[in-house]
């Protein structure tokens, strides 16, 4: 074969150059050279036959070896190998996160011991992602730090838009995925701007199995809309062992979430964002416990307030309403969150939690916080002067309020509201000094003020923690 191309390739060459000159040749496909020689008679009908099937055997043989060529790329410090086509990816990454902490001396947890001082592998996460036949997309992630649990497992369809010549994407997801529910939990936990998320969190659900649509389109001249809705089951890491147990996706529960948001600006220093969200989650009567905890901000820290327990859980409600702004080096950032517990049994109390925060951040070195068109979300900071390239990287201070009420009445007994505990109310200010010396690596501090009030059985429920975080993804 490759002697019969390498012929071919010879005898279209010499009788072309004998005909016309090479320039004139130069921009001709193979089968357009024979025709030429055809009509000139340098080769008869025999000729242009056979040399034209040895024509196209070349052209197979050089598209399957384009077909088979891969690129490996490292763009901005991630590993992704594609195949020449596009048909094909796979990324392999991660994201280390290593925390220091330390409390003053009358720092107490519910239980009335102080927190512990020291540090923690907080996050050692591997994930693998890419497509497969161009239209399929997926993505596995599994987090080392602590216990281990897995992360992201999902596989999604990005064909619909192109089957049903569709006016905007439709990305079909299923899998253990997040649930759209607010700003800061869409937000990847390398991109926050504080170590931990806001007191928000304590009512937002995390990861859970189940089968999404996502959708995006342009809002105006300059803006974007999204949408992500879905029904979701409990998380991957529950088994049969959580049972009896409860929690925010209790097993045999069910729900249905959706987050819609609006931008109508979004530039490169400018966004003007909102949001809102909605979970409407359902429980089986014979797994039907529910507990909410939160922790103070600090991911060492015990949960420190009271920790509502129902049994008899009919369903939850849970909503929130997000607004961001960006504007050059300033940003602005706030959210609300609801839950509302409906008891199973006939005349039995129900009872509501509230939560938010606000916070603002700038950039000292000039940059601007970067939004995710299609996500409705934020992204990677890149440093206008990345140290080791005639800069010392960026630099952005912030300042958050959080606050959190779960003294509604709630008890291990729900339909009794003599057993009634009071959740607590939870104040905090945090100060954040965040030090980007590239768009991969970043530097944190924190301090945190928190007082509040817990169980009417314990006192001392205020505390101080400073808190360093180094923080790599690759």
Avoid: C
């Avoid at 010549?165 to 939990?185: R, S």
């Avoid at 961001?324 to 409906?342: D, I, K, N, W």
């Avoid at 003294?407 to 109310?425: E, K, R």
């Amino acid at each position: 074969m490759k002697q019969k191309i390498q012929r071919s390739a010879s005898a279209l060459v010499l009788a072309t150059a004998s005909l016309m000159s090479v320039d004139a040749a130069a921009g001709l496909s193979n089968e357009q050279l024979l025709d030429v020689l055809l009509q000139n008679g340098a080769i008869n009908h025999a000729q242009y036959k056979k040399l034209s099937k040895l024509a196209k055997e070349d052209s197979q043989v050089a598209k399957k070896a384009i077909e088979n060529e891969v690129r490996v790329s490292l763009k901005g410090g991630h590993l992704k190998i594609k195949s020449t086509d596009g048909d094909f990816s796979m990324g392999i990454g991660g994201r280390m996160m290593v925390d220091t902490g330390w409390f003053s001396g009358n720092s107490n947890n519910i239980a009335g011991s102080n927190y512990q001082n020291g540090s923690e592998l907080h996050r050692f996460r591997i994930h693998m992602k890419g497509k497969v036949f161009h239209d399929f997309k997926y993505q596995f992630a599994y987090d080392f730090g602590g216990k281990g649990t897995i992360k992201d497992a999902w596989i999604a369809y990005t064909g619909l838009e192109k089957m049903f010549d569709l006016p905007v994407p439709m990305i079909i997801t299923v899998g253990n995925d997040k649930e759209p529910l607010g700003l800061e939990y869409i937000n990847s936990s390398k991109y926050l701007t504080f170590m931990e998320r806001g007191l928000t969190q304590s009512l937002v659900p995390e990861r859970a199995i189940g089968i999404s649509l996502k959708s995006h389109g342009e809002l105006g001249e300059e803006g974007v809309w999204t949408f992500w809705g879905g029904w979701y089951g409990n998380d991957v890491n529950k088994d049969n062992r959580n049972i009896g147990k409860g929690g925010d996706k209790a097993l045999g529960s069910q729900a249905f979430a959706g987050r819609i948001t609006l931008a109508p600006i979004v530039t490169k220093t400018e966004v003007l964002h909102f949001g809102a969200s909605v979970e409407q989650r359902y429980y089986s009567a014979s797994n039907n416990n529910l507990k909410f905890k939160a922790r103070p901000e600090q991911h060492r820290a015990s949960n420190f307030t009271g920790q509502p327990a129902f049994t008899h859980v009919d369903n939850t409600t849970k909503f929130g309403l997000e607004a961001s702004g960006v504007y050059g080096p300033f940003a602005l950032q706030g959210e609300y969150m609801r839950a509302h517990v409906v008891n199973a049994n006939p005349g039995g109390q129900n009872a509501n939690f509230d939560a938010w925060y606000g916070f603002a951040s700038w950039f000292v070195t000039g940059e601007s916080r970067r939004y995710k068109k299609h996500e409705g979300a934020f992204t990677r900071v890149k440093p206008a002067r990345p140290l080791g390239k005639g800069g010392w990287g960026a630099l952005e201070m912030a300042y958050r309020y959080s606050y959190l009420d779960l003294s509604a009445n709630g008890a291990a007994d729900f339909p009794n509201p003599t057993n009634a505990v009071q959740g607590g109310i939870r104040h905090n200010s945090t100060i954040g000094l965040n030090w980007y010396p590239n768009s991969t690596v970043k530097f944190m501090a924190n301090y945190v003020w928190s007082h509040g009030t817990a169980k009417p059985t314990v006192v001392g429920t205020n505390y101080n923690a400073f808190q360093l975080r180094a923080q790599i993804d690759f």
